[in-house]
């Protein structure tokens, strides 16, 4: 299962759309709350997908989290930022992918995640 974490529902819907059309099963967030709610569900989680565009600070404890429970996550960030590059490999982030997104980059990076999860 991958946990998607994206705020905007459109953007949320193509990307879950992608990742279904290559047989991955997708739970949503659209918030740090569901985020939250989502990791409480207990379910086996293999990676995740950040969003961080929308997100307040309140996603780093929760991106420990993943990296507590071995759950590799990938950030996506909506601008190229020093800052958000250092804070995102800090909490255990196994790459950063500046916005708009390659389709093709993404799969590509999801099934290397996986492959070695």
């Known amino acids: 299962m991958i946990l998607l974490v994206e705020r905007n529902a459109a953007n949320r819907r193509l990307l879950r759309q992608v990742l279904e059309r290559e047989g991955f099963g997708v739970m949503e967030a659209g918030s740090v709350q569901e985020m939250e709610k989502a990791l409480g569900e207990g379910?086996?989680?293999?990676?995740?997908?950040?969003?961080?565009?929308?997100?307040?600070?309140?996603?780093?404890?929760?991106?420990?989290?993943?990296?507590?429970?071995?759950?590799?996550?990938f950030v996506l960030s909506p601008r190229q930022s020093r800052q958000v590059e250092a804070a995102s490999y800090a909490h255990g982030a196994r790459g950063v992918m500046v916005k708009p997104l390659v389709m093709q980059q993404l799969l590509a990076t999801v099934k290397a995640l996986l492959e070695d999860a």
């Open 43 to 73: 379910l086996p989680l293999r990676l995740a997908l950040i969003d961080l565009a929308g997100l307040d600070a309140g996603i780093w404890p929760l991106c420990d989290e993943l990296r507590k429970r071995n759950v590799p996550f």
